[in-house]
């Protein structure tokens, strides 16, 4: 994932600081706007998550500050749930103007709340996901206690503390709040949406989710989070949401066009492989041929267990290419082959203990592979797929001489 740092101006001509979470060496297929939780930031470990698992699949992310939070400009005692819907319309045709237009919309909590009434303004917008949100704005009232509720009426405004943080939160938000319709808000939705919340949220109830699906028109969808708390402190949890967002909103984005035009994906820009390792464990993003796949390192090894480690990639490329050169091989040959199952191990052996390797000094690697052949094929048939099996690229390539040739990228 490549993130660029950008600015855009809201309504009032303050600066908005955003983040764009573009897809690496590739086209975007489309782009999305996300709006955090209430006092949240773009950089909330959940949101930065689910961006980098829409990115992946090659949807490009614009996550933003509110007016007021985290690096953007503006008093966010002065802001309303109005003014966060118009934030996310300066988002929006900033990303038309500078990029493209977003065509999916995706909110957490208030955020939630906050995309399904800026849908409305975003004629690009075919797809709508919200994540823990309340039905209805006014909701916000309960969780500010009643106490706080009762000194904001007095006295028009009231410090609030949220999470270890100190916020003043004025009448004018609290009425605005009042005055939000969310029946008719999603009544007139024209988008597909993807309710996301999890039954033990103690935050947000899971009736609210029950109240946004029933009244919202079709097509919509709802997954559960389970166990996952309101806002997706468990890294597992956001990077679910991600992952279960983008291949939902994938057959949303790509839907044929206005005029009618089915939507081809864009071309891959660098055909080469890629892998970036970020901050922290050893997790591994890879892109092969604009696909995205996720590398790691077993926990006893200090990584997370998120994905296969390389040495079992390499074993899968060796497989895959067993089981295709057989397959290959039987179709020219007209023999009745059903299928082909490749079982591989791969682990460090003495040399000494290698009867059939030159070397005798070190450790060298040894990978053992078993192949099953399914079909009605004779003794001869199976003997020479097996020989056949030997011809694999992957395989010459592993045994053959290989150089590598290392650059370092200026930056």
């Known amino acids: 994932m490549i993130t660029k740092n950008i600015t855009f101006l809201n309504a009032h001509g303050e600066r908005l600081a955003a983040r764009l979470d573009l897809p690496e060496e590739e086209q975007p297929l489309a782009y999305a706007l996300f709006a955090h939780c209430f006092t949240c930031s773009k950089d909330y470990k959940a949101v930065v998550n689910i961006a980098h698992a829409l990115s992946s699949r090659r949807i490009a992310v614009m996550r933003f500050d509110f007016t007021g939070l985290g690096e953007s400009e503006g008093d966010f005692s002065a802001t309303t749930f109005s003014s966060e819907v118009s934030d996310l319309l300066a988002a929006a045709r900033f990303l038309e103007k500078e990029y493209e237009a977003p065509r999916l919309l995706v909110g957490h909590s208030l955020g939630g709340t906050a995309v399904l009434s800026a849908a409305a303004g975003i004629p690009s917008v075919v797809a709508v996901v919200t994540i823990a949100a309340p039905f209805s704005p006014a909701s916000l009232r309960g969780l500010l206690g009643a106490t706080t509720i009762d000194q904001i009426e007095q006295a028009g405004q009231a410090s609030v503390n949220v999470g270890g943080r100190e916020f003043t939160i004025r009448k004018s938000l609290l009425d605005d709040l009042e005055s939000q ?231």
Not at 259 to 277: F, K, L, M, N
Not at 401 to 406: D, L, P, Q, S
């Open 181 to 411: 319709q969310p029946l008719e808000t999603l009544g007139k939705l024209a988008a597909a949406l993807l309710v996301m919340h999890s039954p033990h949220d103690e935050i947000v109830g899971i009736e609210n989710a029950t109240a946004i699906y029933r009244a919202a028109p079709h097509p919509k969808s709802f997954i559960s989070l389970d166990s996952a708390g309101h806002l997706l402190s468990d890294a597992r949890d956001s990077r679910y949401a991600g992952e279960t967002i983008a291949t939902w909103a994938g057959r949303y984005l790509m839907l044929p066009d206005i005029a009618g035009q089915p939507r081809v994906p864009p071309e891959v820009i660098d055909s080469r492989v890629t892998a970036r390792t970020g901050v922290g464990g050893f997790r591994t993003e890879l892109f092969a041929n604009g696909y995205p796949l996720v590398a790691d390192e077993p926990v006893d090894y200090g990584g997370t267990d998120e994905g296969p480690s390389p040495y079992e990639y390499l074993l899968a490329a060796l497989g895959a290419c067993t089981g295709m050169t057989l397959r290959m091989y039987a179709l020219n040959k007209e023999w009745p082959l059903e299928d082909v199952v490749v079982r591989l191990s791969h682990e460090k052996v003495h040399a000494v203990d290698c009867h059939d390797c030159d070397g005798k000094d070190g450790r060298i690697d040894s990978i053992v592979r078993e192949i099953e052949i399914n079909g009605e094929l004779d003794e001869s048939q199976r003997q020479r797929l097996l020989e056949i099996a030997g011809r694999c690229p992957v395989h010459r390539t592993l045994t053959g001489e290989v150089r590598i040739g290392t650059v370092l990228r200026p930056v």
